[in-house]
């Protein structure tokens, strides 16, 4: 029987089929579903797992691993920068013999596309000899997810499996098995039988996937040797050979050039390295079947391909408005970024990572790094500013669900040091931008049951911050207010002033309010809301001069009307 | 031995608006008859009303992506992301586009004419707002594009896959707005 399923949930299937008995997991794109798959295969197929969503992915990782250790058979899953805050527990589970398996999914994102760096895994892994698997679809995830957790039992160490966003967001029919009874179909190697002796083509992940269409479109397929890699480390032998019998080899694989650094051989191996590839991003159809042309060309084979340029060339004449992603119609964060940026023009706004970096088309984010990097950089702001004598107001802002995971010795070491910033938490009580995960504040688990809530009031309180507020953020007025006391009114023994801004995510509750808000008729054409607020149901009617209000995009919040300089204009007059 | 066949379809939206659905539907009318498909997404990001690309390929293919000049339908969901994929269209192609236009600029619609793309327009949003559920402005797109009676994407096997997918109201209203694309697709070619 087959289902159609994303990659995420084909390696959630692959998983349960080999009886995984632990799976944790934080919540990072383009790995978010795998852990709600296990919960579901797992259901379906009355399979008792253990699954939890970890408060970051070091958590994740020695939750899984001390279960290994023991002798279960464990996953966790995270993305790829997620690997680096689980990076030292994993270079020292290297280390030790484990009597169960354990399979770590660490999902790459080429491009990236939603992440603030590319990095690839396998360099790691490859760097520190561990086993890692590079799937070119979903029905091979699920296959590499099954054997990667076996193999990973036989050999007593972490396997790592590594799809890419194209693998795990690809939709493909799977064949499902009986739990222990998957036939996986893991062929590395040569491919087809091609016998053109001027070049041939070493992929692996999606990269041999595009490849192979892209031959196909050529009519090369017949002509050009290909060497299909799966696992990336320790890598097949006959790779070697396969190099060895050719005139020129070329490399296709994302992100890095991981196997090309391995096969490299000057003059004779193509790929990232000699500049034929990008040296980052994603590679896309049309890179592979240029180089791929290219590499022809280099051999003397005659391939007919003409590249178009007609319709581009028109459409560059058209002006197509940009359409970078947006915080939602009705988003709590939005009220919040303006008020922070109302309450104080000219302080410096280091953010973090979730929904509210587009803190930074408001002007309310300045800079950031990473996850927990809000409260670091404020710190670090802060006694440069004193050094220097300088009275810059420091406004930095997170998520929930963030500061959970990585904010809490930050903020601890913060108020220990006395420092002088405000931070805002932006509580919406849920994971939002990778698909609505509980956090620790909701007081449920992974699979929907109570459990304890952690209260983020206790929490700074306990970790020493002496000011907490709480404010719910449509209450534009009074936000700015508290937002400019706190600045105000530090003490030097304060330390950092916490505003939570507390109010859920409306994509999460789905909530509308039946009003029609009314600025159409008040506007004089000012553009100040669509500057300064941004709202997806805003739009500029160009014929009549000011704004109109998309009915079908609004959601009534509401929060419009304190930005409108009219609308306070005509409410003073009525008042 | 069997003919090669293979058809590419691109999806090209904004960012919680059903361009996703839209995609699987497709797949799964493949998949229905026992065609091969692979679709791949975007996630994250690109939902928070950013520009979507949902990409469908059936048949004999290995990947999910497509390169320039290779797309055999556009599906647009909204009208300046239908342009800006525009040149993935491949010579004889379709394109359908959600606008409540009457044409499209000159210049590109005598070039298109010229790649022999067979361009429709159709005004999705007001169909699917007169059925009270303007989210579901893609279900007109699929109907009009089902009543071009390309196999394995029949009227007949999409609205399968929808009554597959959906439940109860939002199945109703859906299917709705999905045989009122189908007939403006029939109306419009005689």
């Known amino acids: 029987m087959?289902?159609?399923?994303?990659?995420?949930?084909?390696?959630?299937?692959?998983?349960?089929?080999a009886k995984v008995e632990i799976a944790a997991a934080y919540p990072g794109t383009p790995s978010s579903e795998i852990l709600p798959g296990i919960i579901e295969f797992a259901k379906r197929e009355n399979l008792d797992v253990h699954c939890e969503w970890s408060v970051n992915e070091k958590v994740a990782f020695e939750a899984a691993f001390g279960a290994a250790l023991y002798g279960k058979k464990a996953a966790c899953m995270m993305k790829q920068v997620g690997l680096n805050v689980a990076f030292p527990s994993f270079f020292e589970s290297l280390e030790r013999e484990i009597r169960g398996g354990l399979l770590l999914v660490s999902c790459d994102d080429p491009g990236p596309l939603s992440s603030q760096t590319e990095q690839d895994t396998r360099m790691v892994c490859s760097l520190l000899g561990v086993t890692v698997l590079d799937p070119s679809s979903p029905s091979e995830a699920a296959d590499c997810a099954y054997y990667g957790l076996l193999l990973s039992k036989k050999l007593g160490k972490p396997v790592v499996l590594r799809p890419t966003h194209r693998v795990s967001h690809s939709r493909e029919a799977v064949r499902l098995y009986h739990l222990g009874k998957r036939k996986v179909r893991l062929k590395e190697g040569l491919v087809g039988k091609g016998s053109f002796k001027g070049f041939?083509?070493?992929?692996?992940?999606?990269?041999?996937?595009?490849?192979?269409?892209?031959?196909?479109?050529?009519?090369?397929?017949?002509?050009i040797p290909v060497f299909k890699v799966i696992k990336v480390h320790p890598l097949n032998d006959k790779v070697?050979?396969?190099?060895?019998?050719?005139?020129?080899?070329?490399?296709?694989?994302?992100?890095?050039?991981?196997?090309?650094?391995?096969?490299n051989l000057k003059g004779k191996v193509y790929g990232r390295l000699n500049g034929i590839l990008p040296d980052a991003g994603e590679l896309s159809y049309d890179i592979i079947r240029k180089a791929v042309i290219e590499m022809c060309h280099l051999s003397?084979?005659?391939?007919?391909?003409?590249?178009?340029?007609?319709?581009?060339?028109?459409?560059?004449?058209?002006?197509?408005?940009?359409?970078?992603?947006?915080?939602?119609?009705g988003c709590p964060h939005r009220a919040t970024f303006y008020a922070m940026k109302r309450a104080c023009p000219d302080a410096i706004f280091p953010g973090d990572i979730g929904c509210y970096t587009l803190g930074i088309s408001l002007g309310a984010v300045d800079v950031f790094v990473d996850m927990g990097g809000s409260v670091n950089l404020a710190s670090g702001f802060d006694s440069v500013f004193k050094k220097e004598g300088r009275d810059i107001p420091i406004l930095a802002s997170v998520g929930d669900s963030t500061?959970?995971?990585?904010?809490?010795?930050?903020?601890?070491?913060?108020?220990?040091?006395?420092?002088?910033?405000?931070l805002v938490i932006m509580d919406n009580n849920i994971t939002a931008m990778t698909g609505m995960q509980p956090t620790p504040q909701t007081g449920l688990t992974a699979d929907g049951k109570r459990t304890n809530s952690i209260s983020l009031e206790a929490t700074l309180s306990a970790l020493g911050v002496k000011n907490v507020k709480v404010v719910d953020p449509y209450e534009i007025p009074t936000l700015v207010e508290t937002i400019k006391n706190s600045l105000s009114n530090f003490e030097a023994e304060d330390g950092p002033f916490v505003i939570i801004a507390r109010r859920e995510c409306l994509l999460h509750k789905k909530k509308k309010w039946e009003r029609d808000i009314e600025l159409d008729e008040i506007c004089t054409g000012c553009k100040r809301c669509l500057k300064d607020f941004d709202c997806p149901s805003m739009e500029f009617d160009e014929d009549k001069k000011r704004i109109r209000i998309n009915r079908d995009l609004c959601v009534g919040c509401g929060c419009c009307l304190f930005v409108c300089p009219q609308f306070s204009k005509t409410k003073k007059k009525v008042e | 031995m069997r003919k090669r066949f293979s058809m590419e379809i691109l999806c090209a939206g904004i960012g919680g608006r059903g361009v996703l659905?839209?995609?699987?539907?497709?797949?799964?009318?493949?998949?229905r008859k026992g065609i091969y498909g692979i679709g791949s997404d975007e996630y994250g990001m690109s939902q928070r009303g950013g520009s979507v690309v949902s990409l469908v390929k059936v048949g004999d293919v290995k990947s999910p992506l497509i390169g320039k000049g290779k797309a055999d339908v556009i599906l647009g969901f909204e009208e300046s992301e239908f342009l800006r994929n525009l040149s993935y269209a491949k010579r004889g192609g379709i394109g359908i586009v959600n606008t409540p236009k009457k044409a499209l600029n000159s210049t590109l619609q005598d070039l298109l004419e010229k790649r022999g793309v067979s361009?429709?327009?159709?005004?999705?949003?007001?169909?699917?707002r007169r059925e009270g559920l303007y989210q579901a402005s893609n279900m007109a797109v699929l109907g009009f594009f089902s009543s071009l009676g390309i196999e394995p994407f029949t009227f007949e096997n999409l609205r399968d896959s929808i009554c597959d997918r959906l439940k109860g109201k939002m199945l109703e209203k859906n299917l709705k707005i999905f045989e009122k694309g189908f007939e403006k697709g029939r109306e419009r070619r005689g």
Do not use: W
């Not at chain 1, 087959?2 to 349960?16: C, F, H, P, T």
């Not at chain 1, 070697?240 to 096969?263: K, W």
């Open chain 2, 119 to 128: 361009l429709y327009l159709l005004d999705a949003d007001d169909i699917a």
């Open chain 1, 2 to 17: 087959r289902e159609l399923m994303i990659g995420n949930y084909a390696i959630a299937r692959g998983l349960v089929e």
């Open chain 1, 200 to 223: 041939g083509i070493v992929a692996s992940g999606t990269s041999y996937s595009v490849v192979m269409d892209v031959l196909s479109e050529l009519g090369l397929k017949r002509d």
């Open chain 1, 300 to 329: 003397g084979l005659k391939v007919k391909y003409e590249e178009e340029r007609e319709v581009d060339e028109v459409l560059g004449k058209i002006h197509l408005p940009l359409r970078p992603p947006k915080l939602c119609s």
């Open chain 1, 403 to 422: 500061f959970f995971h990585a904010c809490l010795p930050e903020i601890y070491d913060a108020a220990r040091k006395k420092r002088k910033f405000v």
């Open chain 2, 21 to 31: 659905l839209a995609s699987t539907l497709l797949l799964d009318s493949a998949i």
């Open chain 1, 240 to 263: 070697f050979q396969f190099r060895d019998s050719l005139e020129r080899v070329i490399v296709f694989e994302e992100t890095d050039a991981v196997i090309e650094a391995r096969l």
